[in-house]
Nanobody
Framework: QVQLVESGGGLVQAGGSLTLSCAAS????????MRWYRQAPGNQREFVAS???????NYADSVKGRFTISRDYAKNTVDLQMNSLTPEDTAVYYC???????????WGQGTQVTVSS
């Protein structure tokens, strides 16, 4: 079993920056990929960014060039550095871990990011 805890959310002005962190615990060895998703009020949950076990990253078009995902294997954490934030980035951000043996996705509780205009 894997447990995920997000932190770092809060209120930030448009154009500002914020870094989210996700701490993983439990059966760390079964984690393959780690991802960030977000869900704005009234919208479906959408993919934001991912990082594979050996460092390959992927980003949604809406955040390319502004967000950076990174994974620290020593600390068992994954961060999402968010720059040039806009009110459209306001959402609850969720950390996701794709595991194997068993093949299952684990989710954190989410952390609120609010960007004021």
């Amino acid at each position: 079993q894997v447990q995920l805890v997000e932190s770092g959310g809060g209120l930030v002005q448009a154009g500002g920056s914020l870094t989210l962190s996700c701490a993983a615990s439990g059966s760390i060895s079964i984690i393959r990929d780690m991802r960030w998703y977000r869900q704005a009020p009234g919208n479906q949950r959408e993919f934001v960014a991912s990082v594979a076990r050996f460092g390959t990253t992927n980003y949604a078009d809406s955040v390319k060039g502004r967000f950076t995902i990174s994974r620290d294997y020593a600390k068992n954490t994954v961060d999402l550095q968010m720059n040039s934030l806009t009110p459209e980035d306001t959402a609850v951000y969720y950390c996701n871990a794709h595991a194997i043996l068993p093949s299952i996705d684990y989710w954190g509780q989410g952390t609120q990011v609010t960007v004021s205009s």
